[in-house]
């Protein structure tokens, strides 16, 4: 069966960094877009990145575009998510979504909604 398992969050003060890595089993990995989320206490999941089943292609939240960068290595069938300059109110669960769906209708790439699978998630604290 399909499994996502994150790792690499952690406790990092504001302006530093960390890198997720997410390790997919169960289905194609090179033939799926993959996407990354995040979940803040008392507020509902939001989309943070996404990229596309090559790697060409990728799509980011305006609140991390800059400073979060995806990539994917289809050989480890694993996705990475790199945050550089993290700040509190980068705080959350960061799930790991196979499946997420994106457009390029128009440009820039725009995001769509998740795909199906998930992954149990990462806590990411960002310290002031």
């Known amino acids: 069966q399909v499994q996502l398992v994150e790792s690499g969050g952690g406790l990092v003060q504001a302006g530093g960094s960390l890198r997720l890595s997410c390790a997919a089993s169960?289905?194609?990995?090179?033939?799926?877009?993959m996407g990354w989320f995040r979940q803040a206490p008392g507020k509902e999941r939001e989309f943070v990145a996404t990229?596309?089943?090559?790697?060409?292609?990728?799509v980011y939240a305006d609140s991390v575009k800059g400073r979060f960068t995806t990539s994917r290595d289809n050989a480890k069938n694993t996705v990475y998510l790199q945050m550089n300059s993290l700040k509190p109110e980068d705080t959350a669960v960061y799930y790991c979504?196979?499946?997420?769906?994106?457009?390029?209708?128009?440009?820039?790439?725009?995001?769509?909604?998740?795909?199906?699978?998930w992954g149990q998630g990462t806590q990411v604290t960002v310290s002031s």
């Open positions: 979504n196979a499946g997420t769906r994106f457009y390029c209708t128009t440009y820039p790439c725009r995001y769509q909604s998740p795909g199906n699978y």
């Open positions: 990229i596309g089943s090559s790697g060409s292609r990728t």
């Open positions: 169960g289905f194609t990995f090179s033939s799926y877009a």
